[in-house]
């Protein structure tokens, strides 16, 4: 239905001339899909989607492994280099082989109590997660100890139900995306939390829950809970005046 619709933002920042783009290029169905990364080693998409277990599938959507952790349940889940980083939404992570074995025991982050909705890693091997109780933007180092922390509710207009965060290698900007008791949308930080852009997400689905970026091919991938589905997007970042476009980054290793 929404096929090749396009949304525009201006940007936020008065540097900024080219603002975040999207344009849908596809959807299928999925059961549950809560968290999302992308794996070029398989090009496939690892889901989490609160269970016992998380699955990679392929970005059409079929499944290829499933893995399970000593955590009750995986809520979040981002690729660490070579191997899976898992969290049970308290604060709580496990470090995986893509196998699903366990390198190490569960850990907790450092701060208290965190009901983590999803995670991500900084080219500099930071972990960065967002929380919408309380709502925070939080950034740790490798081991768990907490080095900043930002109140999302503070930000204007304010992020009050984050649920999924990717981060682009290319420019280190994060996206974040806002679930239905907050915007539906989806917003766009620098990597140090300023906030780029915001557009809503009304026109593809209802209650966004993950997101991932494939930036050899300049796509984004966006989870919904209403619907059960995944819809696809070509993707531009918001960049500042007469910067040029985006090289690709690196895609697919099985290929």
Not at 15 to 25: F, Q, R
Request: hydrophobic fraction near 40%.
């Amino acid at each position: 239905m929404y096929q090749g619709m396009v949304v525009f933002l201006c940007c936020m920042l008065p540097i900024s001339a080219a603002a975040l783009e999207l344009k849908e290029t596809g959807r299928y169905e999925l059961n549950r899909p809560a968290s999302l990364d992308y794996d070029p080693t398989f090009c496939g998409l690892w889901i989490a989607n609160e269970s016992t277990e998380a699955v990679l599938v392929t970005l059409q959507g079929d499944e290829l492994r499933r893995v399970s952790s000593d955590l009750h349940r995986i809520k979040a889940i981002a690729v660490e280099g070579d191997h899976l980083l898992v969290g049970d939404g308290f604060g709580g992570l496990q470090r995986l082989t893509k196998d699903g074995m366990p390198l190490a025991a569960p850990f907790v982050l450092e701060g208290g109590f965190a009901d983590t909705e999803g995670i991500a890693i900084t080219s500099s091997g930071e972990i960065v997660t967002v929380e919408d109780d309380p709502e925070r933007l939080s950034w740790f180092d490798m081991d768990g100890n907490l080095k900043f922390r930002l109140d999302t509710m503070n930000l204007s207009p304010p992020l009050s139900e984050a649920q999924g965060i990717a981060i682009d290698p290319r420019t280190g900007h994060m996206l974040i995306v806002d679930d239905w008791e907050g915007s539906n949308s989806l917003y766009e930080f620098t990597s140090n939390g300023q906030l780029l852009a915001q557009v809503s997400l009304l026109e593809f689905g209802a209650d966004p829950e993950g997101i991932a970026i494939r930036p050899g091919s300049n796509q984004l991938f966006v989870a919904f809970d209403g619907g059960a589905k995944i819809v696809t997007f070509d993707y531009s970042p918001t960049l500042p005046e007469g910067a040029a476009p985006l090289p690709p980054g690196a895609d697919c290793m099985m290929f």
